[in-house]
């Protein structure tokens, strides 16, 4: 593998947590406890592995420029935005969830994952509508 193949990557990690992140409210809706565990730890893992995946990119290919112009690029510059400075949050919001849910602190995991949640879950669709729009476009 490339580095240039990682953006499709980071991609397809962002899609896949999101996908589990909805899967895990859905389970929890459901009373399912175990299985929206399973789900929740399989985000977490998806997320800090597009992290890794993230930072080894940008290392290695630095930034890459929006080319188009016009109200698209109005657009994309308003969700780059709103992604980068929410995505900054998601770690800390992503741990400090999942810890007092390893805790068994739930009252106070509930309080902090009604945020934690559709940030994190913004977060990642966001993700690929950039990749899109940088890429695809």
Known sequence: MDVSDLPAVNAVLNATAAGLLV?????IGRGRKDAHRRAMLAAFAVSVLFLVSYLVYH?????????KTGPIRTVYFSILLTHTVLAAAVPVLAVVTLVRALRGRFQAHRKIARWTLPVWLYVSVTGVAIYVMLYKM
């Open 59 to 67: 290392s290695q290919a630095g930034s890459v420029r929006f080319q």
């Open 23 to 27: 899967w895990g409210r859905i389970l």
